[in-house]
């Protein structure tokens, strides 16, 4: 694959462009030879499908492989490996592997990714072609400030940074002094990290007294959390850094993760759907395709990947799509909000369903909040207390500041008892005073006692 039109506008013009039609039949060859392959060849989808009733010869159509494909979730993939080990009984069929990955699980044993060969080198082609879509060039240099470990997102961006020809930077998280030393030293152009370590790094370089606006970057590309596509965040790194912001993002177990990509429109990834298909299906009900425009659980499929490939994973995202056509001209759905958060982490409190983006948003459309915040639940008699610590801007006036610290605080509890239904006690702390982190950012601190059956 290779920029092939005469002003570089797409990776690859004929393959973002065309039909939608066109593609559609594409994709159905494509899912029905995954599906005869991993039946095949792949014992954990053998027993799963066979355990549902599914045969790979029931999809005809891509509406079948919504409505008779059974999901498969990250704890099923746990499990096969524990039972199988180390890399499960979907790993495939004599793969030379090439790299070893992993994401973290809850009882600290990672789930192991296998990736062979043939899929490292077709990772990087699509990685390129996503990173090309978000405004990367080969006259970039890339300061990639990602966790570089068994987390496949940094390792991701550094392959498809290298086959798009570009100058890599692959200095990692961390040592944020260093990291803006050397970034205007090189005269780093992109910034690919997650938005909480680029709002960091801002607040480090204000205080230095670095003219943040007149650095040398011009693009910044935000991975491993939501945080991009919400407008507050985007609007402070945009503000901030003086840059252009794209967002990016999958999931470690759907590498290529970059199919999910923002174009110069700045109105939604870009799903690429001849690659890893993707669907907004019900929370409820895996089998039931929704409407545009209506928000809900997406489900991914890799079409080209054959170790370890993942067909209808339930990812935990929730997003809703758009096939309103781009001005961009790529022929693509769309995201339009991004991914803006996790089903599974989703708070009840007092009944209530709330997500820490929806926390976020409020309070990144308040004048005068900081960036960082903290969501701490606790159980006092039979009844929920929700906490908000949040900081305050770093330019609050100086004279008054305790009234104006205490009003913060009220506007802050009306906006999120109007946006959640809940009644948050917000304690406005000093500016710098939570700590920051170097990837994903902790938010929430649930302290309420866990139920324990039996």
């Known amino acids: 694959m290779s920029a092939d039109t005469p002003d570089g506008r797409y990776w690859n013009a004929a393959k973002e462009t065309r039909p939608r039609a066109e593609r559609e039949a594409e994709v159905l060859g494509l899912m029905q030879q995954q599906l005869a392959y991993v039946y095949e060849h792949l014992p954990f989808y053998r027993r799963h499908y066979d355990a549902h009733g599914f045969h790979p010869r029931d999809v005809r159509t891509i509406e079948d492989f919504t409505a008779k494909v059974p999901v498969i979730t990250k704890q099923m993939l746990r499990d096969d490996q524990e039972a199988h080990p180390p890399f499960g009984s979907y790993v495939g069929r004599d793969p030379d592997i090439a790299r070893i990955h992993g994401s973290s699980g809850t009882s600290g044993k990672p789930t192991l990714y296998a990736i062979s060969r043939r899929d490292w080198s077709y990772i990087a082609d699509v990685m390129a072609q996503g990173l090309y879509t978000c405004g990367v060039r080969p006259d970039d240099r890339v300061q990639l400030a990602t966790v570089y470990s068994l987390f496949m997102g940094g390792w991701g961006a550094l392959l498809g940074t290298e086959r798009l020809g570009a100058t890599a930077f692959p200095i990692g998280a961390g040592e944020t002094e260093r990291q803006l030393d050397l970034m205007y030293r090189i005269g780093s152009t992109v910034l690919i990290t997650t938005p909480t370590y680029a709002l960091h790094m801002l607040e480090t370089a204000a205080a230095q007294g670095r003219d943040t606006v007149n650095s040398p970057l011009r693009l910044g590309i935000f991975i491993g959390e939501p945080g991009a596509s919400i407008p507050g ?222």
């Not at 693509?332 to 209530?352: C, E, F, N, S, T």
């Not at 006036?397 to 948050?424: C, M, V």
């Open 233 to 454: 965040t985007r609007h402070a790194l945009e503000r901030g850094w003086g840059i252009v912001v794209r967002d990016m993002a999958t999931t470690s177990e759907m590498t290529p993760w970059s199919t999910n990509a923002e174009c110069e429109a700045g109105n939604g990834m870009h799903v690429m759907q001849d690659e890893v298909w993707t669907e907004i299906v019900d929370k409820n009900d895996s089998t039931r395709l929704l409407p545009d425009g209506q928000s809900g659980a997406v489900v991914y499929s890799h079409l080209r990947r054959r170790s370890q490939p993942m067909l209808r994973f339930y990812s935990g995202d929730e997003s809703h799509m758009s096939y309103e056509p781009c001005r961009c001209g790529r022929s693509y759905p769309r995201l339009p909000a991004g991914v803006y958060g996790r089903l599974d982490d989703m708070l009840i409190i007092k009944g209530a369903n709330v997500y820490p983006s929806q926390v976020q948003r409020a309070l990144l459309s308040i004048p005068g909040v900081g960036v960082e915040f903290r969501i701490i639940l606790e159980r006092v008699g039979a009844l929920d207390e929700a906490r908000l610590q949040v900081e305050h801007a770093p330019d609050l006036p100086r004279e008054s500041r305790q009234a104006h610290i205490a009003e913060l605080g009220e506007r802050i509890a009306r906006r999120l008892k109007t946006d959640t239904s809940i009644s948050f006690r917000v304690e406005v702390v000093d500016h710098g005073s939570i700590e920051r982190s170097v990837s994903k950012a902790k938010r929430v601190f649930d302290n309420r006692p866990k139920f324990r059956p039996g």
